[in-house]
T-cell receptor, first 113, second 115 residues
Framework: KAGVTQTPRYLIKTRGQQVTLSCSPI?????VSWYQQTPGQGLQFLFE???????NKGNFPGRFSGRQFSNSRSEMNVSTLELGDSALYLC????????????FGPGTRLTVT | AQSVTQPDIHITVSEGASLELRCNYS??????LFWYVQSPGQGLQLLLK??????LVQGIKGFEAEFKRSQSSFNLRKPSVHWSDAAEYFC?????????????FGTGTLLAVQP
């Protein structure tokens, strides 16, 4: 079974721009979570989607948003990029909203200049 | 509040030596506990998990962890470290949060392996 895939793997953007990251979960997994990883803050939960609905959201500004499609693929969007948004963005999939066991993709490394 | 503490930021061990990485959690309910490993520039790989039952759990790559409720700990161990084990290790606790469940991660322990 293929693992979680994320595209693109690397991205360089300029302050003020917006960016969209994509995540394809493991086949059969219906829940997708997003995390931001930075050296200073560690791994922080962004949000989780299940059945195209956002079920939970972390403490991030409204510039961070996401969505999930009927095939469980998910995208996250960051608008009006700031330097502090530079991070590794990790996507994780799990079977359902009530599943704790998450499997992570390789991440998208976003650099904001 | 729920939290996970990994007191060792950086550990160096010699190849072939034993390893123990510490993890303490704070959570009022029955914890679901995980250890993940992250190689440079990569995502997180699940090493092992504890949900219930036997408090000593076996994982991949020869790792094991022991859940000790009285100490709120879930330490990761390996009897003989290989150079390929050099990576960052994260402990996590699964918590029920509103409409869903999520993972709360510790700050990680960076493991270096000396030849």
């Amino acid at each position: 079974k293929a693992g979680v895939t994320q595209t693109p793997r690397y991205l360089i953007k300029t302050r003020g721009q917006q960016v969209t990251l994509s995540c394809s979960p493991i086949s059969g997994h219906r829940s997708v979570s997003w995390y931001q990883q930075t050296p200073g803050q560690g791994l922080q939960f962004l949000f989780e989607y299940f059945s195209e609905t956002q079920r939970n959201k972390g403490n991030f500004p409204g510039r961070f948003s996401g969505r999930q499609f009927s095939n469980s693929r998910s995208e996250m969007n960051v608008s009006t990029l700031e330097l502090g948004d530079s991070a590794l963005y990790l996507c994780a999939s799990s079977l359902g909203w009530d599943s704790y066991e998450q499997y992570f993709g390789p991440g998208t490394r976003l650099t904001v200049t | 509040a729920q939290s996970v503490t990994q007191p060792d930021i950086h550990i160096t061990v010699s190849e072939g030596a034993s390893l123990e990485l510490r993890c303490n959690y704070s959570y009022g309910a029955t914890p679901y506990l995980f250890w993940y490993v992250q190689s440079p520039g990569q995502g997180l790989q699940l090493l092992l998990k504890y949900f219930s039952g036997d408090t000593l759990v076996q994982g991949i790559k020869g790792f094991e962890a022991e859940f000790k409720r009285s100490q709120s700990s879930f330490n990761l161990r390996k009897p003989s470290v290989h150079w390929s084990d050099a990576a960052e290790y994260f402990c996590a606790v699964g918590v029920a949060d509103g409409a869903t469940n999520k993972l709360i991660f510790g700050t990680g322990t960076l493991l270096a392996v000396q030849p």
